[in-house]
């Protein structure tokens, strides 16, 4: 058979099918995007989306903000306002961004690297304050893009690049630190559950407060390879075979480590005030207490002067 009969028989796609269904949120220049295969990223930008897309939210009104690293870079990938900033900066630049202008939807999409190490106490403090932000975090274990190098949530015994003999650190319980922080939503997921992972996006996204979910996912390139643990796909199959969702679970309690389980679930929701409302509520106290103070004066100088003419 020569070209021009394989070429008749070709079904090529349609102009529908050759569309993304989410062109419309994705910078389609930018693509075919940098990160590796088997890495859990593009699943965790998908879920994104449509959770953005489930929670209705206007987009005109969304922010999106990332440090560096792999996971920085969803922020160059997403047709909304995004701002690639600085290592580790992320937290307060949408904290200003937020109480700039607070009708913004302001969310954080970063690195493990990024929000625990160098930013791990703007990460910290914005959730003390209850500042009303989202932050996604992809805990990879690793980071990634600087060579494989431990970070903070590097299990232990995990082999690094600068922990050739395994990693004698502990590590931070990602959930555990934000809800101790006093974070209003904190959840944690796999890159394997996407629905769950959509769902719990879609929640933070009307929801006030402090909104913390960490995101396990694989590192096929890095963290797989010095731990032998397979391709992207094998580490998935890792994630559903040791992962148990318990929404009851003390999120203090169930740090990660390297073969036990991973304990997954929305392990808190609650409401409480904003650091903005707590703002306003200090101004409108402060106010009412010199307006006390001002009329309480007032009628001091009067009692003072009646009392003086009466002595006359």
């Not at 094998?234 to 309690?253: G, M, N, V, W, Y």
């Not at 392990?267 to 409302?277: G, H, Y």
Request: overall charge neutral; proline content about 4%.
């Amino acid at each position: 058979m020569n070209n021009e009969n394989m070429q008749a028989i070709v079904e090529r796609p349609s102009d529908e099918e050759q569309h993304h269904p989410m062109e419309d949120l994705l910078r389609m220049d930018r693509m075919p995007h940098i990160w590796c295969p088997g890495c859990g990223l593009g699943s965790c930008l998908t879920a994104f989306v449509e959770g953005l897309i489930k929670a209705d939210v206007n987009f005109d009104k969304v922010a999106v903000v990332s440090g560096i690293g792999c996971t920085g870079r969803v922020a160059g990938y997403i047709k909304l306002d995004s701002y690639h900033t600085t290592h580790g900066r992320a937290i307060p630049f949408a904290t200003g961004m937020k109480l700039a202008n607070r009708d913004l939807t302001v969310v954080v999409f970063s690195g493990d690297g990024d929000l625990f190490a160098i930013g791990g106490n703007h990460l910290i403090h914005a959730a003390r304050r209850n500042v009303d932000i989202n932050v996604i975090c992809v805990n990879n274990f690793i980071y990634g893009m600087t060579g494989g190098q431990n970070a903070p949530t590097t299990p232990l015994k995990a082999y690094s690049s600068t922990a050739p003999y395994g990693n004698y650190e502990q590590p931070f319980n990602l959930v555990g630190v934000a809800a101790a922080s006093g974070a209003s939503y904190v959840a944690r997921w796999t890159a394997l559950h996407l629905r769950r992972l959509t769902d719990s996006i879609a929640e933070a996204a009307n929801k006030k407060g402090f909104c913390f979910i960490e995101i396990v996912s694989p590192c096929a390139t890095v963290f797989a390879r010095r731990n032998m643990g397979g391709t992207g796909l094998d580490l998935l199959k890792e994630f559903q075979k040791r992962s148990i969702i318990d929404h009851s679970a003390d999120p203090t309690k169930i740090p990660i480590d390297m073969d036990g389980k991973i304990i997954c679930g929305e392990f808190i929701n609650e409401d409480k005030p904003t650091f903005w409302e707590n703002v306003q509520s200090g101004i409108k106290s402060k106010v009412e207490k010199e307006v006390e103070w001002e009329e309480m004066q007032r009628k001091l100088r009067q009692k003072v002067t009646k009392k003086s003419k009466s002595m006359e």
